[in-house]
């Protein structure tokens, strides 16, 4: 009796599915955790969309730059090291990078 007044006293058709789902074993406890990890999630759930801009697109965005830079300035390096090579020797072997 104490139980289903507690189950269906709960706004949340959700929390109250999971309370159900407990069935015979639920306890005060057990039902004020999972109203507690339900209000929490949503809470968790709100700041995320209600976020302006999603920073992790941000990071993304960050990282794909820093990559294409790299690259940029590792090929760089390659074709001043090919350059400045006065040996002969040296420049008959192709590089294992690029290939020159």
Do not use: W
């Not at 949340?12 to 074993?25: A, D, F, N």
């Not at 390096?77 to 590089?95: F, I, L």
């Amino acid at each position: 009796m104490v139980r289903d007044r507690i189950v269906f006293s709960i706004h949340s058709l959700r929390v109250r599915e999971k309370l159900l789902s407990v069935g015979s074993e639920l306890t005060l406890d057990k039902a004020m955790d999972i109203a507690r990890s339900h209000k929490v999630a949503q809470a968790q759930l709100k700041t995320f969309t209600n976020s302006a801009c999603n920073p992790r697109d941000q990071v993304v965005h960050a990282v794909t730059a820093q990559k294409e830079s790299r690259k940029r300035a590792k090929k760089a390096e390659m074709k001043a090291s090919h350059q400045n090579s006065n040996d002969v020797t040296e420049r008959s072997r192709n590089c294992g990078y690029c290939g020159n």
